[in-house]
């Protein structure tokens, strides 16, 4: 049910006019308060006659009326009631009424007992009436308050003649009342508050904030009461309990529409958050963050020089910036794409313009645009981003895979190697296990030399891997592709019904990184626990049904077939590896097979003299050489996949 505003005009207009108001000035309040304290003590003078109840003491009225006014009037200014302003009052505006009025209070009786004192009198200056009239001072006083910053909520949710949504909050904690009161009072998020859910039996049909508590069940099980709710609010911790998934999926299947919102801090205001979003289907994998150790990771980048490839990419942008948190003494940022390297330039110079940046523009497969850098700046930590990923692009250029993948890879290894660089962090991929695409593959291809490296004579690098799965709002991610087809009313297209994708959030991706670049001792592929596969259909399904539409009726779902080198099923340990806990419980060690530097050194040298003249058939072929389990899905190279594929030498 929606509060419909198309006949009230004239609150309307009323409403604008009062929004263009900036506040009183702070001797106008002073002046309103003080007229309060004047209609106070008229409203105490006429009860004490009503109950017949002796008035002010042995003073005349007229100047008791002056004193106890003029007091008042002295406390309150000193307490500096009149400088908050009226319409945003909040519990720390009522406590200094408190506090001034029972200041005035005290001094008033200590002036009454000291005029008893020095005139040797035995009646008190002020009778009773002086208790009543502190009272009666302190509740208008609040109550003009209340009822102005209510008046300013009511006209301003009105403002713009829009219809309000009732949302119901979920829980009925402290944090949830919370929300639901700042609901209540916050002034422009289009929304009231028309109660609260819990899963438990409200037996007594208690209120909270004068709304009521429906129970999960009444709300599943009245179709009555879905309909006249317009929303339902989670606070975000709630949102992520296992517990609260059927409801969620229920809510989305009965098209009600999902918000959430984080904790309120103590005593800050709900509309200066501005938090309370529209739940998005990032919310719903999302998990909870990994737990970084930040002291172990300031004292590796603290007053450091890093260097970061691939540095205006989705995971490299992000590196930077978490970075620069942890105030290197320099960091220098290289990327092939001059717009996006320009785009993360002026946003870190903006965000930390104390942080000293060097943004190179190169690819990392020319050594000699990236070994100056290594000249110039004794780099502490590299770490390794820049990549060629998306699937079908890579498939058909199998030779800029071999350039940027495999010998960008090399380049900046060696580097690392030659110039004694501490620690070498790669980003990799979970389609480097068991590859089915040319992406995938080039991608082990340099794993294994990173890990080769790690045995190289003389070396002292640490050479660490880290393994993601795709990466919630990169470039080229599913979720972006779905939400722009469902804006141009579809179809959503999904390659196969019964595809599957692990999903982990930028920021996950980036702690792991940073992690892995404290914890690994050299040669390690590092995991991240990601829980469990989704399957794309349902993601496609919960995203159209998020967005108020049905799936098939208002937005057809076309399947398209799986794409070439596409696989069904993503993987983050081969059928070889075996997995290894570490300290932190949500990342493994994957012990993959290793190959002897001297021949990984060989076959990489080989295929990058192939790239010159090769066609990309045999340089396919020769990957596969290298990575056995390479095996072509939906692919024009699957004809190579022989049973007698060469073996690669013995493992280390």
């Known amino acids: 049910m929606k509060i419909n505003t198309k006949d009230t005009g004239i609150f309307v207009d009323l409403a604008r006019k009062l929004h263009g108001i900036n506040h009183l000035p702070h001797w106008a309040i002073l002046i309103l308060d003080a007229g309060i304290v004047l209609f106070s003590l008229t409203v105490t003078y006429f009860l004490m006659n009503v109950w017949g109840i002796p008035n002010f003491g042995i003073m005349d009225d007229m100047y008791s009326f002056l004193l106890m006014g ?35 209070f005290f001094v008033l009786i200590g002036i009454s007992y000291g005029y008893k004192w020095i005139t040797s009198t035995r009646q008190l200056l002020f009778g009773p009436p002086l208790a009543f009239y502190v009272l009666i001072c302190f509740l208008l006083l609040s109550l003009f308050r209340f009822y102005v910053k209510l008046a300013f909520i009511l006209f301003l949710k009105l403002k ?52 009521k508590i429906y129970r999960v069940s009444d709300l599943l099980e009245n179709q009555y009461l879905m309909e006249i709710f317009d929303g339902v609010v989670f606070t975000d911790p709630d949102m992520r309990s296992d517990e609260l998934q059927p409801l969620i999926n229920e809510l989305i299947q009965q098209k009600v529409t999902l918000y959430h919102s984080p904790l309120l801090l103590v005593g800050e205001p709900f509309e200066s958050q501005k938090q309370l979003k529209q739940l998005q289907i990032e919310d719903l994998l999302y998990r909870d963050q990994i737990n970084i150790e930040n002291d172990e990771i300031s004292k590796r980048h603290l007053g450091k020089n890093v260097l970061i490839t691939g540095g205006a990419g989705s995971i490299g942008s992000e590196l930077v910036r978490k970075v620069a948190l942890f105030k290197p003494a320099l960091i220098v940022v290289v990327d092939q794409a001059e717009t996006p390297l320009n785009d993360i330039k002026l946003e870190m110079e903006k965000s930390f313009p104390d942080q000293k940046f060097v943004f190179h523009l190169a690819n990392v497969s020319n050594k000699y645009r990236i070994e100056p850098l290594f000249k110039k700046y004794n780099f502490s930590m590299v770490y390794h981003a820049a990549a060629y990923k998306h699937v079908p692009i890579v498939e058909e250029n199998p030779h800029e895979a071999i350039h940027v993948n495999i010998m960008g890879t090399r380049i900046i290894a060696d580097l690392s190697n030659e110039y004694k660089i501490n620690r070498f962090v790669m980003v990799s991929t979970d389609k480097a296990v068991n590859p089915t695409n040319v992406m995938g593959a080039s991608k082990r291809v340099a794993e294994l030399y990173v890990q080769a490296l790690q045995n190289k004579p003389g070396n002292t690098t640490k050479f660490i891997t880290t393994r993601f799965g795709n990466v919630l709002g990169s470039n080229g991610s599913v979720i972006p592709l779905f939400r722009k087809q469902i804006e141009a009313g579809g179809p959503v297209t999904v390659t196969d019904p019964k595809i599957t994708r692990y999903f982990m959030t930028i920021p996950e991706a980036c702690e792991l990184v940073l992690q892995a670049g404290t914890m690994g001792q050299g040669g390690e592929i590092y995991v991240f626990d990601m829980g469990e596969p989704v399957k794309i259909l349902d993601l496609a399904k919960r995203m159209i049904k998020l967005s108020g ?66 066609p990309k058939e045999e340089l396919v072929k020769m990957i596969k050489d290298m990575v056995p389990e390479f095996i072509s899905n939906n692919s024009e190279y699957s004809k190579l996949d022989t049973p007698t594929k060469i073996i690669s030498p013995k493992a280390v």
């Open 70 to 104: 003029g007091v008042m009037i002295i406390m309150l200014y000193l307490h500096r009631v009149s400088v908050g302003v009226v319409r945003h009052s909040s519990i720390k505006d009522i406590l200094k009424i408190s506090l001034a009025t029972f200041s005035a």
């Open 160 to 211: 713009d003649g829009k219809e309000m949504k009732k949302v119901l909050v979920y829980g009925i904690h402290d944090d949830a009342v919370a929300i639901g009161n700042g609901i209540n009072e916050s002034e422009k998020n289009g929304l009231q508050l028309a109660g609260f859910i819990t899963p438990k039996d409200n037996k007594f049909r208690s209120r909270i904030a004068g709304k």
């Open 549 to 614: 539409l049905e799936p098939g009726v208002d937005i057809e779902i076309k399947f398209t077939g799986l794409r070439s080198g596409e696989k069904l099923y993503e993987e983050l340990l081969s059928d070889k590896s075996t997995t290894l806990p570490t300290h932190h419980e949500k990342i493994m060690r994957a012990r993959d097979v290793r190959h002897p530097y001297d021949y990984m050194d060989d076959r990489t040298k080989e295929i990058a003299r192939a790239t010159v003249r090769a």
